[in-house]
């Protein structure tokens, strides 16, 4: 044979031996789609970097390579790799879930043990910090708090976690910091008042859960506090025992917000007062527990009031006003509230329009004493507006005093023919036991109408969604399935 017959023959047989084998993944790849998943190390088949055949149900796992867990995909003809964050281990099923806060971080910060997953905070316990944003489920940075305690040093340390300062101290260090900074009262009962009279860019922010704050707090002269948590409780002998005090100054408005808190007191004058105030609180608990008359928030000229899931209510018999408006140019906004033996007081003293407004939607209203919805002065340069309420007075007077308001498409018990209002029983599920819930045959439910004043919120008093059917339900609860 001519030399370049041999020549050619001996290429040809080397080409073909060397032609890649479709079977091998010595590169990583798999290129038929009869044999798609690489067995890098052999332990599916037994023969390492080799392409092999899939038949599998989908979402099970077969093994785990490394941290990663060999998983059937949806078609069951492949496998997929799926990173495991906490490891894996085939006889536990595959990827193993977290064990402890310490294998988590933000913005996920917390393992939920059942689970095995780690999630946002939602309590300030859950944070090594004490103190969670539950707005955004994180944890906060113990280098952006300052801590106070009841016990804690005036002078010295920098308002640690392991050294909290005197809450003067801490105050001060929080306001005068020029960065916002969270102030955080450690569990224990304050004696002296949280006073901020600052003027700042941002409000003081203070996280108080399990803090019991036993004079109260205050806001003057324009300054600002978003308050989380608090317990406000009576000590006596001090000129705001117990009360919350939020006053501007005579050019600037004072800002408070209070949420998640209850005050209770013991004293016979008002529980929060605001004069020249932006004052919002919301799902919160206001009970007093006085000898006389008492009022729940007395509302002052030139105030803003927004209130949102409050429970307001006498701790005994005595007679309690929930909301006092006695001066000029005040707003308020009440809604998905309880009223319990809790009456209105609305006699605003404007001599020019705009005038004040006062609207009430979505709240629930209860009476079994002297307690009513007081409409009686006259409403010139003012609205009152009820719309979606539930008014009920368990004795044979009515919830309502009075004609100086304007009621549209509200529950009322006992009471006299009103247009666009109903007259009905509405079915609470235990009166008796204080459960204002709604029974599935109460008149209150689906009875809901769009707001002409734009109070129309989407949550109750508990926080469902609204509206749960084809409509909202009066009052503050929505009946959940």
Sequence with gaps: MAWWRIGLVAWVLAVGCTRPNPQSCSDGTCTDPGFPFCDVDGALRGIPESCIAVQCSPGEVVSCRGDQAIQCNASGHDFDLVQCAFGCDPSAGGCLGCASNEQCDNPLPVCDMGPGTCRGCQLDDECASTVCDVTTGTCLAEASIVYASPTGFSTGPA???DQPCALGSAVMIAVGAGIPLT???????YSSVLSTTTLTSSPLRVVATGANLAVGFEVRNGASMDIRGATVISAGGNGIDGRLICSGGTTATATLSMRDSRIAVTHNSAMVVAVRCALRITNSEL???GSSVSIGIDIGPDS???GDRLRIHPSNGSQLTAL???SKNVKVHLTNSILENAGLGMNTSDTALPGSELLFAYNTFVFSNHEQVDCQFPRANRTTRFENNILFSGTTTEP???TNC?????????????????IADPKFVDLAARNFR?????????AGVASAVALDPDHDFEGAARPQGPNPDLGAFELTP
């Design 159 to 161: 308002c640690t976690l």
């Design 183 to 189: 102030l955080r009262l450690l569990p224990g009962v």
């Design 287 to 289: 009970a007093i527990d």
């Design 304 to 306: 803003t009031f927004d």
């Design 324 to 326: 006092s408006t006695t």
């Design 400 to 402: 309502v005093l009075g």
């Design 406 to 422: 304007t009621f549209v498409n509200n529950l009322l018990s006992p009471g006299t023919a009103m247009p666009n209002n109903t």
């Design 438 to 446: 709604l029974q599935a045959t109460s008149p209150a439910v689906n």
